[in-house]
């Protein structure tokens, strides 16, 4: 049986968003887009550092919903990079998309249990 490992999974996904952006055209508007696919796209795997060390479980549905955003982002840009085209085969986005929506759908479950586990706490 394989182990789950989110982390890995995070540098893996980060390590795919440093290369689509390399493969972006080097104009204005290319650059910009690159920028803020760089930013959002690889800012997952911090902040799921920061909320495997977070202080309480507040702070811990406080880190990984900035996960959930970031992610949401990154989904934007990477289906406006899709409409333009910015890249030969806009198919080539198409895998990474569809583990930015998986990426989604973890970070937003976990949130959802987070949550009830602290309001089971507070009663």
């Not at 919903?65 to 910015?86: F, G, N, S």
Request: glycine share 4%; charged share 30%.
């Amino acid at each position: 049986m394989a182990v789950f490992d989110l982390e890995e999974r995070l540098l893996d996904y980060a390590a795919r968003i440093m290369r689509l952006a390399e493969k972006l055209p080097n104009t204005r508007v290319g650059n910009h887009v690159a920028a803020q696919l760089l930013r959002c796209g690889t800012s997952a795997l911090p902040n799921h550092g920061e909320a495997q060390g977070a202080e309480s479980p507040r702070d811990f549905i406080h880190k990984m919903r900035i996960c959930l955003k970031e992610l949401r982002e990154t989904r934007r840009w990477l289906r406006l990079i899709q409409r333009v085209p910015m890249v030969k085969s806009p198919r080539q986005v198409e895998p990474l998309l569809e583990e930015t929506e998986t990426l989604i759908k973890i970070f937003f479950t976990s949130i959802r249990t987070a949550q009830r586990k602290q309001d089971a706490i507070k009663g």
